[in-house]
């Protein structure tokens, strides 16, 4: 009876070898990375003919659907904070491939700012006014800063673009600050709205709260005596101004795509608290 082969064990690569099949992924990665930029060179011409100059560079919404699709698709042993940290890099040298991009910061949201958008791109000063007048004033395209204090006194053409971080590794957290800028809100698949309800004057505390799961008061003010609520809310606008009531004014002042969360064995959209 013939004897049965022994399984053929493939022969282990030599230190070498290994060595020059990285070296030939790096030169792939590399055309890769070469070809993506001649792409985006002509997404950059296409956005002038069809928008026009005013058109923005930053597409938080965009930027948000490609990182959830990366990080949803990424399996082990390639960590899925590097990739993170990998197209942050090349997303925001994409941007800035495609006109300015200047951030305005104050030390509060620095670390933030650096770590979403690079150094290159930072413009420090002062305070979180200051944060607020450069954007206003075209000194800077975006600024971050903390949501709190500044709300209820923006220029009308600021929006709220994003919150920051986008990738966290604890859930339920709040954002830590926001990011700004005068050019409409870009929605992506799963958001958080920010709007500013005026109530009217006579309105008693109560009733100045949404009867909406889906919403919650982050801030109050007074604006021309009347009191303003900031609330979050991941409903839609008609269910808002349902829930608000008819004599109150809703103010939409933007929003942020929801943030993911990483850990070693998961990645999910985070759930907020309400």
């Known amino acids: 009876m013939a004897a049965i082969p022994s399984a053929v064990v493939p022969a282990a690569r030599s230190l070498a070898a290994l060595r ?54 990424n399996r082990e042993p390639l960590p899925a904070d590097l990739v993170v940290r990998l197209w942050r890099e090349i997303m925001v040298t994409s941007s800035r491939q495609q006109g300015q991009l200047t951030v305005a910061v104050a030390s509060a949201g620095a670390d933030l700012a650096r770590d979403h ?28 800063l903390p949501l709190s204090g500044w709300w209820h006194r923006r220029p009308p053409d600021v929006r709220i673009l994003a919150a920051l971080p986008f990738v966290r590794d604890v859930s339920g957290k709040p954002p830590e600050a926001v990011v700004i800028g005068r050019q409409d809100f870009e929605p992506s698949s799963d958001d958080a709205l920010y709007v500013a309800v005026a109530w009217g004057k006579g309105m008693g505390k109560s009733a100045r709260r949404p009867k909406l ?56 959209p985070v759930k907020a608290k309400r």
Do not use: C, N, W
């Open 117 to 144: 958008f690079g150094v290159a791109a930072l413009r420090p000063v002062a305070s979180a006014a200051a944060v607020l007048a450069a954007v206003a004033k075209g000194r800077a395209q975006l600024g971050v």
């Open 213 to 268: 799961p889906a919403a919650r008061v982050l801030a109050t003010a007074r604006r021309a005596g009347a009191p303003l609520s900031l609330i979050e809310t991941t409903a839609s606008y008609a269910e808002l101004r349902a829930a608000v009531g008819y004599t109150a004014t809703v103010e939409f002042l933007g929003g942020y795509a929801r943030p993911i969360v990483l850990s070693s064995s998961k990645v999910k």
């Open 20 to 73: 020059r099949e990285i070296d030939s992924i790096d030169d792939r990665v590399h055309d890769l990375l070469i070809q993506r930029a001649q792409v985006v060179a002509e997404v950059a011409g296409a956005k002038m003919r069809e928008g026009g100059a005013a058109a923005p560079v930053f597409r938080a919404g965009r930027e948000a659907e490609i990182l959830r699709r990366l990080i949803a698709r």
